[in-house]
């Protein structure tokens, strides 16, 4: 018997989840931002350390198993940031989305959260690989260093527009993961429900905005033929847009029309309709007590 939220019960969830984001403390909000930046960025340096480290691996056994090992450690980060409640700019995108197509939010609380997160971000990439990672000369010395500078210096000259839908199937893959991670009820349930598209994500190459601000800017540290107008330009820019595309729209926007309005419709009535009326009852009592930790502290 599968213990898993239906989706029906996991959008009423998504929603009630970004209520509470968009209740939540502007300096609460900051912090947890720059903290998510800080995990991501933690799972870039051990991508980078074993990507690097990987190299002669890859010649003997093709650059396919080399770039499934490193995506592999990749998760640990996003599974971090789940795990303390941090808020990560890109899960946001669709958990403030569906909130406000469900009038429980509005666009100012989506946009705030956007920006605050994003910057939040941003800040605490900055902060990791400028003080934690450069300063700490941690990927000073071949091959993690010159595996640094070419990985940024590829995304650097990948055309705008494949960049751009690289990072929409990015996202899309990111909200699938926070989307199944608050489905499962376990913790190790929520684990492998986040484990598997990240790793699915960076294996393929796909690209994340969040992810891009520690991997890339240390590559740029370290010497990487990139400015910051062609990293803002043609790095930067591109895949925020196609972040917010794919968590906007094809999770976003198609889970609350596809979910949402049919919970009701006699198709779901019987199987449904309970599950759907214990959901009601959990949101309600959980804003009456002022408290969603059961479902809400360990999503993005």
Known sequence: MCDA??????????????????????????????????????????????????????????????????????????????????????????????????????????????????????????????ILVYYAGILSNDPYLSFTVQLAEVKGNIEWHQIFLRGIAGDWLICLGIWLTISARELHSKIIAIYLPIWLLISVGYEHSIANMFTVQMGMMLGANLSVGKYISCVMIPVTLGNIVGGTFFVGFLYWYLYMPKKTDIETKDNDKSSADDVSQVVEKQEELGQSKQNINIIL
């Open 5 to 130: 939220h239906n989706v029906y019960h996991t959008v009423e969830l998504v929603s009630a989840i970004g209520v509470q984001k968009s209740k939540q403390r502007i300096d609460h909000t900051i912090i947890k931002s720059f903290l998510a930046g800080v995990f991501l960025s933690f799972s870039g340096l051990f991508l980078l350390i074993v990507g690097g480290g990987s190299a002669p691996l890859g010649q003997s056994l093709g650059p396919g198993i080399q770039r499934m090992i490193q995506a592999a450690v990749f998760p640990v980060g996003l599974i971090l940031i789940i795990m303390t409640s941090a808020e990560l700019f890109t899960g946001n995108t669709m958990i403030l989305m569906i909130s406000t197509l469900d009038r429980k939010t509005t666009l100012l609380n989506l946009i705030i959260s956007w920006i605050v997160s994003y910057c939040g971000n941003f800040a605490g990439c900055l902060f990791c690989s400028g």
